[in-house]
């Protein structure tokens, strides 16, 4: 489940940087994952990190009907606690 909110979290932030910099038929957008390790419910024997199938899923999933629709995700594991999107492709 944890997944699918960071997936809401990543298209919020993409949705504010399409905004903000006016882009238009985004192709593609390519992330790094660290190890985020979440709980949905906080208690701490519950934690799992983020799975990246899942969170691409979410991604596609919640893009969905959206000016996002056809946009390709690229999501790297990489080491670390945090993520960020690293590049943003328009066609």
Do not use: Y
């Not at 000016?67 to 590049?87: C, H, N, P, R, Y």
Request: aromatic share 6%.
């Amino acid at each position: 489940m944890h997944d699918f909110f960071l997936a809401k979290q990543i298209l919020e932030k993409i949705r504010e940087i399409v905004m903000e910099k006016k882009l238009e038929r985004i192709s593609k957008v390519s992330l790094e994952i660290g190890s985020i390790v979440l709980a949905h419910d906080n208690l701490p024997e519950h934690l799992e990190d983020i799975n990246i199938e899942n969170l691409v899923f979410g991604l596609k999933s919640f893009a969905k009907d959206t000016a996002l629709a056809q946009v390709e995700f690229d999501v790297q594991k990489v080491a670390g606690e945090s993520w960020k999107i690293t590049s943003i492709e328009v066609e």
